[in-house]
T-cell receptor, first 117, second 109 residues
Framework: GAGVSQSPSNKVTEKGKDVELRCDPI?????LYWYRQSLGQGLEFLIYFQGNSAPDKSGLPSDRFSAERTGGSVSTLTIQRTQQEDSAVYLCASSLAAGFYTQETQYFGPGTRLLVL | GIQVEQSPPDLILQEGANSTLRCNFSDSVNNLQWFHQNPWGQLINLFYIPSGTKQNGRLSATTVATERYSLLYISSSQTTDSGVYFC???????????FGTGTRLKVLA
């Protein structure tokens, strides 16, 4: 079956604009994760969804960031009033299990490259 | 908060060599994962290993939770093993991964 898909693959926006990034997990995967990786930097965890619920939103970098998941499937990461420091690759992953502390493998999408001018 | 340190930061190997990557963490964890990011950016989840030992082909991992470290072993390395290896931990009672800064591995043919 299809893997995790993300759209758009690339996004260039102007500072101050809002952007929406989309993640389509593997069908049947209950858990969904968002990460970001700034250019040449390491990985930063943003948020985890168990079904449609995110038990901990403290990983989101600021209140300009929000995420939601509907129908236990598609997730959207929204960044309001984008800043240049938001430029990064935003990665989404999904896994089969519903619990955070499980052995289920995370499968990653190709990422969305966001550039804020 | 919990600190995660990986070593070495960079590693260059000849094809066929073995290597050990280390991840130290500063507090108790109940989730530890190893990830590989290839040179084209694709991420693979290698192991979920909060304790004990696991093996998958030429790769194996061991976590000694009481001593707060994990090791990733790569045997008979191949050029396709090149990339960055990250470990990530979850502090007990939280739902947030904390990543180490990674080990960048280059395997030469």
């Amino acid at each position: 079956g299809a893997g995790v898909s993300q759209s758009p693959s690339n996004k260039v926006t102007e500072k101050g604009k809002d952007v929406e990034l989309r993640c389509d997990p593997i069908s049947g995967h209950t858990a969904l994760y968002w990460y970001r990786q700034s250019l040449g930097q390491g990985l930063e965890f943003l948020i985890y969804f168990q079904g449609n619920s995110a038990p901990d939103k403290s990983g989101l970098p600021s209140d300009r960031f929000s995420a939601e998941r509907t129908g236990g499937s598609v997730s959207t990461l929204t960044i309001q009033r984008t800043q240049q420091e938001d430029s990064a690759v935003y990665l989404c992953a999904s896994s089969l299990a519903a619990g955070f502390y499980t052995q289920e493998t995370q499968y990653f999408g190709p990422g969305t490259r966001l550039l804020v001018l | 908060g919990i600190q995660v340190e990986q070593s070495p930061p960079d590693l260059i190997l000849q094809e066929g060599a073995n290597s050990t990557l280390r991840c130290n963490f500063s507090d108790s964890v109940n989730n530890l994962q190893w990830f590989h990011q290839n040179p084209w950016g694709q991420l693979i989840n290698l192991f979920y290993i909060p304790s004990g030992t696991k093996q998958n082909g030429r790769l194996s991992a061991t976590t000694v939770a009481t001593e707060r470290y994990s090791l990733l072993y790569i045997s008979s390395s191949q050029t396709t093993d090149s990339g960055v290896y990250f470990c990530a931990v979850v502090n007990s009672g939280t739902y947030k991964y904390i990543f180490g800064t990674g080990t960048r591995l280059k395997v030469l043919a």
